[in-house]
């Protein structure tokens, strides 16, 4: 299966502005192509877990009395989804910390005999693991995507750390006692690709196109918005990762129960399967226009969260909220601040 990735054609300086072939898309108007600024988070540091070296944007390194927030990405995505966002944030007094999850941009495993797993229970743990490592106590969870599995998994196991979450489609943590139910006919079309990823040609087809594979699902999940080749070239960087494809597809196998977690993560994974609540102020967002997970009132999730909650259904967005609507997704982290004030 590694065979196609290997000779896939994937090359790191594939920084393909010059690709003016995408039709999904609006070039930023250049004649040179000299010197495009990708609208990118730089400079980026790197903290070292027991796992990972974990790639991170830092909006303010060295300050250790201003509130964090720890903003997460999703898939096919990147740490550059939060490029307005964070000017926004750090306005306000925030350090903002943006990591690349494994297997994306900069973020390596240590080990090469460390599994490749996506599994909820390691991505949330990287979170908390880079927090040690970077002696953060408490800080704001902020994601969309698999970021939403990411903070609701780190918010609902170690609440201690999470002062406020903001979680678009509100709770996806998984009860792997549910992942073969017969769900209805309509559900499936909008998912097919977690389907694809679970076959070697899958497999092979995101390793030997992974920008094409964004555009796709980019367009798909995100009807209405008309992204730029800037936004996709940016986020196409994180995905030479060597570990890119492995990760991506884990996370469908293995929540589909195709394919085994790490064992070292069981406990937290059996904790999960119970669909912990969320106790910590939360802010739940729902876009209008998302297609896997339509927008609710929030009421179908309510049972998930036990401290305050706000739900907001955001007009005119698909899945990418911080890219799409970065002031929504910026007063999001805002309002769960102000939830949060006088809990501590
Ligand atoms: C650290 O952040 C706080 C809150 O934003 C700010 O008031 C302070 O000036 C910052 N300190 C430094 C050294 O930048
Ligand atoms: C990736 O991270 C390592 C540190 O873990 C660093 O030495 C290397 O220069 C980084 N590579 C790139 C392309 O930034
Ligand atoms: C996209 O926008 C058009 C016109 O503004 C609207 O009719 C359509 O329903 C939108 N698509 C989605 C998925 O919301
Ligand atoms: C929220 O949506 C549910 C259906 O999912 C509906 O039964 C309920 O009345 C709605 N609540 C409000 C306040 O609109």
Not at 142 to 161: K, M
Not at 176 to 200: H, I, Q
């Amino acid at each position: 299966m590694r065979t196609n990735y290997k000779s896939g054609g994937i090359s790191l300086l594939a920084l393909s502005v010059f690709a003016l072939t995408s039709t999904a898309a609006t070039l930023p108007t250049t004649t040179t192509g000299a010197s495009i600024s990708l609208p990118t988070l730089s400079p980026v540091h790197y903290a070292q877990t027991s796992t990972l070296s974990i790639e991170y944007y830092d909006s303010a390194p060295k300050n250790d009395t201003a509130p964090v927030a720890i903003l997460i990405h999703g898939f096919p995505y990147s740490i550059d989804t939060y490029v307005d966002v964070v000017p926004k944030l750090k306005n306000e007094g925030y350090r903002v910390i943006v990591p690349s999850l494994r297997g994306f941009g900069n973020t390596t495993f240590l080990s090469t005999t460390t599994l490749r797993s996506a599994e909820q229970a390691a991505l949330g743990k990287d979170v908390i693991d880079l927090m040690d490592a970077l002696k953060i106590e408490k800080a704001i969870f902020a994601g969309y995507d698999w970021g939403t599995v990411v903070v609701n998994v780190a918010a609902a196991l170690w609440p201690d750390r999470c002062s406020g979450m903001v979680a678009a489609n509100s709770y996806l943590i998984q009860n792997r006692e549910t992942a073969w139910n017969v769900a209805p006919a309509s559900s499936y079309p909008v998912k097919w690709y977690y389907y694809v990823f679970l076959t070697p040609p899958g497999y092979s087809s995101l390793a030997s196109d992974t920008k094409g594979w964004a555009e796709v699902l980019w367009s798909k999940n995100s009807p209405n918005w008309t992204y730029t080749e800037g936004q996709l070239d940016a986020a196409a960087l994180a995905f030479h990762n060597p570990d890119y494809v492995d990760i991506a597809t884990n996370f469908y196998r293995n929540r589909l129960l195709y394919a085994p977690g790490d064992p070292s993560y069981a406990e937290l994974a059996n904790a999960l399967d119970k669909q912990p609540v969320i106790t910590v102020p939360s802010v739940t967002l729902d876009p209008d226009q998302a297609v896997v997970f339509p927008a609710t009132n929030g009421s179908t999730t309510a049972k998930y969260f036990s401290g305050p909650r706000k739900h907001h259904i955001v007009n005119g967005c698909g899945e990418n909220i911080p890219l799409e609507r970065p002031d929504v997704f910026a007063n999001a982290v805002l309002e769960v601040a102000q939830l949060g004030k006088g809990r501590s």
